[in-house]
């Protein structure tokens, strides 16, 4: 592989020499350079993959990775409170977490669709708040506010799989475009797409005397990240497979959901799953916001 990293290096250093020179034969030795290019490029980014670890520098070309944090709660749920504070304390360290907040039981922000969900988190056992998942399916170690670093290890900025989104909110109806970049094949791939609510003032319990100065109930908590519907199955719409350095486009165009008070409050999340149903890479955006990959430059 080293040499031919060699090679393309080479050829590149030649092609940018001769083409000063070359007059009839132009396009076609265009041609050859971009070939080349391709060739090289597919080498630089499958098979000399740098180091995904958390805090591994970013390397041209690859693109952010992002975390998802999927926090089962309820207003009237006491304890929920160390998981809200634990996101809060994460989020504050990085750029690349993104949370949504699945409110369940008898919640004024309940999302009646969480059966799929729980199947597939806890499927032998009961929903006893709080809960929350990692990349989906990942554990969050209790106590969570003693250990954010395990969310912070999920995040890279070199991986091989992004997305960006496009979104517009005009006469009540949602436009959402999803565009999902690929700097190698990928196989057996499934979307999600949520809308959530934020700014939601409701007053929330909380036993932990520790945290948001121990107040109970913590009157008018601001709830935020609030999943309101989805405009994709909850599991995962599949996406057929992908190749080398390939984009594909998803695109939404839905009302408003009738249980969202304030369109303007309105955020989307979009994130992809393998197989497995574990999250490889997570976006979130504001409305009518018009977003690029988070390629490294």
Known sequence: MRIKNQICATFIYFAANQ?????????????????????????IIIQNKPSSTTDAPPVTGYLKKNALIEDYTGTWCGNCTRVAWAIEGAKAQSDKLVSVAIHNGNDPYNYDGIAPLKNLILPNSPLALPVSRLNRLTVWTFPETSNIQQVLDLTSFNTTIGLALDTQIVNNQMQVQVKLR????????????????????????????????GQNPIVNFEHNHVLRATLTDIVGNPIAGTTFNSTQTFNFNEAVPT?????????????????????????EAGANEQQNFQINP
Do not use: M, P
């Not at 999600?192 to 609510?197: A, D, N, T």
């Not at 197989?275 to 490889?280: D, E, G, P, S």
């Open 19 to 43: 083409s000063v020179v070359l007059k009839k034969s132009t396009i076609l030795f265009a041609s050859f350079v971009l070939v080349w290019l391709s060739a090289c490029q597919d080498t």
């Open 182 to 213: 690929c700097l190698e094949a990928y196989s057996d791939l499934y979307l999600v797409v949520y809308v959530l609510e934020n700014h939601l003032l409701y007053n929330q319990r909380n036993y932990n005397s520790d945290l948001y100065g």
């Open 259 to 283: 249980n969202i008070a304030d369109a303007s409050h309105i955020s989307f999340v979009a994130f992809v799953t393998n197989k497995a149903h574990q999250v490889l890479n997570v976006r």
